[in-house]
């Protein structure tokens, strides 16, 4: 059974920062391509950034020059630094992760219970 599980929300000052944490865990093979995701209130999940397993990242425009992405294979975590944080940037962020087992070897999404980031103005 994979699990993820970020850590690291919390409630942060309009122009604060804050560094979300998610680690895969479980019986997997190989994680490949995993997100950030956010969900506001009222408003559909949305996607934050992306990383490849190689490290490539693509990111919303909304967050390009104030988040990064990173990731550390060998301990099958993935972070997200958020700077210069805005009260839009308010909702409960989600990580993802494609993860091959011997099960699904094509591999298969799975998903955290998430974490919510306050804002404040």
């Known amino acids: 059974q994979v699990q993820l599980v970020e850590s690291g929300g919390g409630t942060v000052q309009s122009g604060g920062s804050l560094r979300l944490s998610c680690v895969v865990s479980g019986s997997m093979f190989t994680v490949n391509r995993m997100g950030w995701y956010r969900q506001a209130p009222g408003k559909q999940r949305e996607l934050v950034a992306g990383?490849?397993?190689?490290?490539?990242?693509n990111y919303a425009d909304s967050v390009k020059g104030r988040f990064t992405a990173s990731r550390d294979n060998a301990k099958n975590t993935m972070e997200l630094q958020m700077n210069s944080l805005k009260p839009e940037d308010t909702a409960v962020y989600y990580c993802?992760?494609?993860?091959?087992?011997?099960?699904?070897?094509?591999?298969?999404?799975?998903w955290g219970k998430g974490a919510l980031v306050t804002v404040s103005s």
């Open positions: 993802k992760a494609e993860v091959l087992t011997k099960l699904i070897p094509s591999g298969m999404d799975y």
């Open positions: 990383i490849s397993r190689g490290g490539s990242t």
